[in-house]
């Protein structure tokens, strides 16, 4: 199976794990499912960058990129991860009216997600319940591995 983390899966792993231990749990757990099953992990550079944003919310600037190093050194450390490439503008051309959303700065993930051929996304966040027409949507402890 080959899986698309958005950036709330890669959030419960670092920045919210003690804040939110519920979605560290169910997330941690998939990600031991992955290695188990052997399951490709996807990542890409847009969830990279949003992670590494993240702690701009709650800290200063000098804090913050610290941590967001700190968050993704973090990520590319686990064990099955693959990280891809930004989208070419052709291929963002070419599939951007496929995927409809609310949260238009969701339909990057789609898009990386849908031509990557990935199984699913495994998120969060409910926007990509919008194209789960396109591509299976799951929450961490609902993918069927």
């Given at each position: 199976?080959?899986?698309?983390l958005?950036t709330t899966?890669?959030?419960a792993?670092?920045?919210f ?5 519920k ?9 031991r499912?992955c ?5 490709r992990v ?6 990279i960058h949003?992670?590494f944003?993240?702690?701009f ?7 913050a990129r ?5 968050l993704?050194?973090?990520?590319l ?7 891809i ?8 051309i070419?599939?951007?009216d496929?995927?409809s959303?609310?949260?238009?700065t969701?339909i990057p ?5 849908y031509?990557?051929n ?17 591509i ?10």
């Amino acid at each position: 199976m080959k899986l698309y983390l958005d950036t709330t899966i890669l959030a419960a792993l670092t920045y919210f794990k003690d804040k939110d231990a519920k979605r560290f749990s169910e997330s941690n757990r998939l990600i031991r499912k992955c290695n188990e099953k052997e399951s490709r992990v996807i990542i890409s550079f847009y969830a990279i960058h949003e992670l590494f944003l993240l702690p701009f919310e709650y800290q200063d600037e000098k804090n913050a990129r610290k941590t967001g190093l700190a968050l993704i050194k973090e990520i590319l450390n686990i064990n099955r991860i693959e990280l891809i490439e930004l989208l070419s503008r052709e291929k963002r051309i070419i599939y951007q009216d496929m995927f409809s959303m609310s949260d238009r700065t969701d339909i990057p993930h789609a898009i990386s997600a849908y031509v990557e051929n990935c199984d699913c996304i495994v998120t969060y966040d409910s926007h990509f319940d919008q194209i789960s027409n396109k591509i299976k949507v799951f929450e961490p402890c609902s993918v069927p591995i």
